[in-house]
Nanobody, 123 residues
Framework: VQLVESGGGSVQPGGSLTLSCAASGVTFHDYSIAWFRQAPGKEREGISSLVHDGTAYYNNKMKDRLTISIDTDKTTVYLRMNKLQPDDTAVYYC??????????????????WGQGTQVTVSS
């Protein structure tokens, strides 16, 4: 399973971005997908997950600002992020695992990772 993230970039505080995670060679029909982020000097942090049955999870700190979704072909997962702040600056990664993650927010629950996309929030 190959994952390709896109949609990162630079945005001003208060702005929004939509990240995409596209699958290559498979569909997400039987996979759980998660988004993680890693800021310099910090651990990788789980921020949202979409289970193959449609259940969505969000990091409590960010849940009011995030929406995770999937396209009808189940080949691309999106993460909409609103009201971005400078401390949201990080590399954002998508990850996938067959069926279920043991812990949706734990990086070691996932077998497949994208290369990451940079999100920078500054004025």
């Amino acid at each position: 399973v190959q994952l390709v993230e896109s949609g990162g970039g630079s945005v001003q505080p208060g702005g929004s971005l939509t990240l995409s995670c596209a699958a290559s060679g498979v569909t997400f029909h039987d996979y759980s997908i998660a988004w993680f982020r890693q800021a310099p000097g910090k651990e990788r942090e789980g921020i949202s997950s979409l289970v193959h049955d449609g259940t969505a999870y969000y990091n409590n700190k960010m849940k009011d600002r995030l929406t995770i979704s999937i396209d009808t072909d189940k080949t691309t997962v999106y993460l909409r992020m609103n009201k971005l702040q400078p401390d949201d600056t990080a590399v954002y990664y998508c990850a996938a695992v067959w069926r279920y993650a043991l812990f949706w927010h734990a990086a070691n629950s996932y077998d497949h990772w994208g290369q990451g996309t940079q999100v920078t929030v500054s004025s």
